[in-house]
T-cell receptor
């Protein structure tokens, strides 16, 4: 399966600042996905990033708050902008799992644990 | 009502026990069902996947889908301390292949 490197693994940030999370995959993938995992809640899809097009955001997530870049088939970034304590969460990058095809699950990175103070 | 419901646990069992983890769902259009395992401070790892109804076995793990009851299960036989993790169910419809809907996860602890 694909190997995903996600950076940083954790960070503590001041409110009002922005953090950019990087996701690097060891193989070319069509779609990359960004999820948020809050304590006691299910993983929630933020947006889908395809190379060469604008990211598609899920309801409740907007580009101004979570701008995404996808410059090539192995890399993507998610920025959490103008952060508030409510943005404290784990952010996960994921890609289609080549073992199972696009009908099934994804491979996830280890996540970025963000704390906003 | 959430689309996918999962008991958060924690579930604590002795080594060697049979573990049953379950999810219920409300959307009858779900056709693809998955179970992920997530160790502390790691991303979720795909464990099992099934299509529509029926059982699927892989080693000590069995995934079961009952579409008539909108109920899926993951059974772990001969549980080991290394199985201690959070188990998340996930599912999707055939027409919205980008979007997985996850349960909140059940924390499992297997003690020696």
């Amino acid at each position: 399966s694909a190997v995903i490197s996600q950076k940083p693994s954790r960070d503590i940030c001041q409110r009002g600042t922005s953090l950019t999370i990087q996701c690097q995959v060891d193989s070319q993938v069509t779609m990359m996905f960004w999820y948020r995992q809050q304590p006691g809640q299910s993983l929630t899809l933020i947006a889908t990033a395809n190379q060469g097009s604008e990211a598609t955001y899920e309801s409740g997530f907007v580009i101004d708050k979570f701008p995404i870049s996808r410059p090539n088939l192995t890399f993507s970034t998610l920025t959490v902008s103008n952060m508030s304590p409510e943005d404290s969460s784990i952010y996960l990058c994921s890609v289609d799992d080549p073992r199972t095809g696009t009908n099934y699950g994804y491979t996830f990175g280890s996540g970025t644990r963000l704390t906003v103070v | 009502q959430k689309e996918v419901e999962q008991d958060p646990g924690p579930l604590s069992v002795p080594e060697g026990a049979i573990v049953s983890l379950n999810c219920t769902y409300s959307n009858s259009a779900f056709q693809y069902f998955m179970w992920y395992r997530q160790y502390s401070r790691k991303g979720p790892e795909l464990l099992m996947y099934t299509y529509s109804s029926g059982n699927k076995e892989d080693g000590r793990f069995t995934a079961q889908v009952d579409k008539s009851s909108k109920y899926i299960s993951l059974f772990i036989r001969d549980s080991q301390p290394s199985d201690s993790a959070t188990y998340l169910c996930a599912m999707r419809t055939p027409y919205n292949t980008d979007k997985l809907i996850f349960g909140t996860g059940t924390r499992l602890q297997v003690f020696p």
